[in-house]
């Protein structure tokens, strides 16, 4: 398999490190709107590493990315950039007539008059109003297949399939207990993705009644996370599974809540009051002349840069789907999880924990396409493939997956 892996930021250069341990893959150009960036990610390989090279696109450019596409001979474009790139490259791929895959979809827009009541647009709309010319073209496009979304979709999936034979709830939860050394504010992942998901309304589904929105950090519950993480309260957030798993899956809810804590909600809330959570551009004084730029861009260039946090943190992160539901007449709760150690991350791969879960996903899917074992055409999330052919190379890959029965 020849992939074009567009972005070489945290999660890109951690695909690289986790790729180049499996035979699957033939061919890995790494690009990226910094060229020395895309050229560290595959120098820190080693010299005895050939099939990996790095390439300079800018990942707004359609024609360019396609061309890139083209003169390497891709079989997939597998998108590691931040969401506003999610479909110049998605429709790079269709262009070009490749398989993509990308870990997060395309933007949301809040609705114009009641954010907290009903959606606008939704993640994902763009890209599936392109599902049928996606499976015109015998393509596919696997959205979403990251960690969350994407390993937790899988494991929706499996639970459906295996577990249950009705789901009352489908129920995202993510929890950490990462600390970073010499910083009072250091998020472990992309501060751009993060107050875009954190701050847009969350999305919750439920049966007969479809999609519809909440506020901010809303329905706070203490969750109990495995290995030793402990209780963490969660909340609600906009994240891709709530608006992915009932298109293929029935539950008469699907949820999602995240692992905040009361201190970095204050200062997203914060930014958020004074402005600085937003994407439209505003003008500077600067040296040579006023220059515009997005506040939400400045507070990230003000921020350590996550995939650097390696050597600083201490802690596990854990990603998981609760399901709530009933097997052979009778009640069933359990809780599908992936908890990985940050001391083992570094250690085996020099990659931070959050970052090096998430990039490990994809590689597996990769993977799976690769061989067959996944096969198919249209714009799909990971819940609409048989979820035991992942969750068998996980193990392969030294990253076991747990189950704990709740009740």
């Not at 990462?178 to 999305?203: H, M, R």
């Not at 919750?204 to 706070?220: I, L």
């Amino acid at each position: 398999m020849r992939v074009l892996l567009v972005g070489a930021g945290g999660v890109g250069t951690a695909v690289t490190r986790i790729a180049a341990r499996r035979d699957f893959l033939t061919r890995m150009v790494v690009a990226d709107y910094d060229l020395a960036r895309a050229e560290a990610a595959v120098a820190a390989l080693g010299d005895g590493e050939e099939r990996f090279s790095a390439r300079r696109v800018d990942a707004s450019d359609e024609a360019a990315v396609r061309r890139l596409l083209v003169e390497e001979g891709c079989d997939v474009l597998l998108n590691a950039t931040d969401p506003r790139f999610v479909m110049p490259l998605f429709n790079s791929a269709l262009a070009a007539g490749v398989h993509y895959l990308d870990m997060a979809m395309s933007l949301s827009v809040p609705h114009p008059t009641v954010p907290y009541e009903q959606c606008g647009v939704k993640l994902g709309d763009e890209q599936f109003a392109l599902a049928d010319a996606w499976e015109s073209a015998d393509r596919l496009a696997l959205v979403g297949m990251g960690v969350e979304p994407g390993l937790s979709d899988v494991f929706a999936r499996y639970a459906a399939d295996e577990l249950f034979d009705e789901i009352e709830e489908l129920g995202v939860r993510d929890g950490a207990d990462l600390t970073v050394d010499g910083y009072d504010f250091a998020p472990s992942f992309n501060i751009w993705t993060t107050i875009e998901e954190c701050l847009n309304p969350p999305v919750v589904y439920e049966e007969g009644r479809g999609w519809f929105t909440t506020a901010p950090f809303s329905e706070p519950e203490v969750f109990v996370f495995p290995e030793g993480i402990g209780p963490v309260e969660c909340v609600n957030v906009e994240h891709e599974e709530v608006l992915l798993m009932p298109r293929w899956l029935d539950a008469r809810r699907v949820t999602f809540k995240y692992g905040l804590g009361d201190d970095f909600i204050t200062k997203l809330k914060t930014l958020h009051e004074l402005g600085l959570d937003s994407t439209a551009k505003v003008t500077v004084p600067g040296a040579d002349g006023p220059v515009q730029v997005s506040p939400r861009d400045v507070v990230a260039a003000c921020l350590p840069d996550p995939a650097t946090l390696g050597d600083r943190m201490k802690g596990k992160t854990c990603a998981g789907t609760w399901v709530k539901g009933t097997k052979d007449g009778s009640p069933r709760e359990v809780y599908l999880y992936h908890v990985v150690d940050n001391e083992w991350t570094m250690r085996e791969y020099g990659s931070q924990a959050v970052v090096w879960q998430t990039a490990l996903n994809p590689v597996v899917a990769l993977e799976l396409i690769a061989t067959g074992a996944w096969k198919a055409s249209g714009v799909l999330g990971p819940e609409a493939l048989p979820p035991r052919p992942f969750l068998d190379l996980l193990d392969v890959y030294g990253s076991p997956w747990g189950l704990r029965e709740e009740r």
